[in-house]
């Protein structure tokens, strides 16, 4: 796919390579024309001082005296060459270069008048004038004059040879000179684009840097500017609402929430119980969509408040280990942990601890029982890693590159376990916002590895 920036070089390289082309052969021809033309003139002055001075001969009874006619010839056009005959064909006098050559009868000359044709004797192009003498108007002879263009040939072969080293060098430096402009004249725009490619959910502040001309270009980065400001501003006004929203929800909830369990523990009958503990486990539901709401739109406001401090990276995840044991244990599933060296690292240690447990808490819920979930720590003097692996259902290919989505659900059996799609987007948020990555390896059936990598500058690792 061509780029409008190619497509114009591309364009134009074409136009002036034309260009340069006619004009090559303008150039070309108005040189040949002009070199015939001064042969013809020469030629034609030849021919009348010929004719001349065989006039004068003829009234001093001299004719003809080839010597003379032939110091003409020398004295106008050197290596050019003559023929005289009369009108019954008889040669008075002829050069042997031309005794071979086509000749033309009395009659043909008279109806023609003086003409000029192009003739080709022994691999050589000749230019030759034909001319009718006609003295006292019974002496008529007809007189041929005749010129190599060996010379005009060489000049124009030279001239040839200029225009074709000439023209490719002239469109290359085009070519060159148009690569340059066009991409001084694209290179605003190329910003604008860079710029534009990094403007995320998380810095919509980002504003395209304009160029100091009052152009197109400028008119364009302007208009874009005051899109994103108010697509800005729509973002945090949903953000703001979704965050409210949640906000406002949790207290209803909580308070339907004991009011269920209160009439739960009050002698109802077993199908009222029933409803009740359906209703309860809903309400539950929706509490922890409202808090995961609540959570991923204040990690996804920029001026998010973090609260970094020097934590024990290894007791937090042995902590979080210990909280799901009772899960795993329910699940029967293995839960195991490696830590190969106690680290500290300065993280905000409710959102990390937030993270380490929505992970562990999925490697439980989608491995079946007799499985395995392993976590294990591990550290070097640049970065931390966490390695939790499981052994379970795993995710297919095209949900991978999706799972990290907000609101994401994959239509595989993963499907069967409730959820609200939130979990993995804070997970991901979380470890952005300690500027770590988090990755994943999968094979369906077989169980999924996360790798979660942060980096150790400004934290401490223990002795």
């Not at 074409?14 to 070309?28: E, K, P, R, S, T």
């Not at 015939?36 to 004719?51: A, N």
């Not at 005009?152 to 085009?174: G, H, K, M, R, Y």
């Amino acid at each position: 796919m061509f780029t409008i920036k190619t497509k114009i070089i591309v364009a134009i390289t074409i136009v002036v390579g034309l260009v340069f082309f006619i004009f090559g052969i303008f150039i070309y021809q108005q040189v040949k024309s002009a070199n015939l033309e001064k042969v013809d003139v020469r030629l034609e002055s030849l021919s009348q001082k010929m004719r001349d001075e065989i006039d004068e001969q003829y009234e001093r009874h001299k004719f003809p005296v080839g010597a003379e006619l032939r110091d003409i010839l020398n004295e106008i056009l050197p290596l050019s060459v003559f023929r005289l005959y009369d009108s019954s064909g008889v040669t008075v006098y002829s050069d042997s270069v031309l005794r071979l050559a086509k000749s033309y009868s009395l009659k043909e000359i008279q109806q023609r008048k003086p003409f000029i044709e192009k003739i080709r004797i022994e691999h050589v192009r000749y230019l030759s004038l034909w001319h009718h003498v006609n003295i006292e108007n019974h002496h008529e002879w007809i007189l041929q004059v005749a010129t190599p263009l060996t010379e005009v040939e060489e000049n124009l072969d030279q001239l040839e040879l200029v225009l074709w080293t000439t023209i490719p060098f002239a469109l290359l430096l085009s070519v060159v000179a148009v690569y340059i402009i066009v991409r001084r004249a694209f290179k605003p725009l190329s910003t604008m684009i860079e710029t534009a490619n990094r403007v995320s959910a998380s810095n919509l502040n980002e504003r395209l840097i304009l160029p100091h001309k009052l152009d197109e270009v400028a008119e364009l980065g302007t208009a874009l500017n005051r899109m994103m400001e108010r697509i800005e501003a729509a973002f945090k006004s949903q953000k703001q609402f979704i965050a409210d929203a949640s906000h406002e929800i949790r207290t209803p909830l909580t308070i339907i929430q004991s009011e269920l369990e209160f009439a739960n523990r009050s002698s109802l009958a077993d199908s009222a119980k029933q409803s009740i503990h359906i209703a309860l486990d809903e309400l539950d539901h929706l509490r922890i969509l409202a808090g995961n709401l609540l959570l991923l739109t204040k990690l996804e406001i920029s001026n998010t408040t973090s609260h970094f401090q020097l934590i024990r990276l290894d007791e937090l995840i042995a902590d979080c280990v210990q909280k799901l044991s009772r899960m795993s244990a329910d699940k029967h599933v293995s839960l195991q942990l490696q830590i190969e060296d106690p680290v500290e690292f300065s993280a905000d240690e409710e959102k990390l601890r937030s993270a380490v447990l929505n992970l562990i808490e999925n490697a439980i819920k989608y491995t079946p029982a007799n499985g395995i979930v392993s976590l294990t720590l591990q550290s070097d003097k640049e970065v931390v890693r966490m390695i939790i692996h499981d052994t379970g259902v795993g995710i297919s290919p095209d949900d991978i590159q999706n799972i990290f989505r907000p609101f994401y659900r994959s239509d595989t059996s993963r499907i069967t376990h409730s959820g609200s799609g939130l979990g993995l987007s804070i997970v991901q948020r979380i470890i952005n916002l300690h500027h770590g990555t988090i990755s994943v390896e999968s094979v369906v059936n077989q169980g999924s590895t996360f790798n979660i990598t942060l980096p150790l500058k400004q934290s401490y690792k223990t002795d």
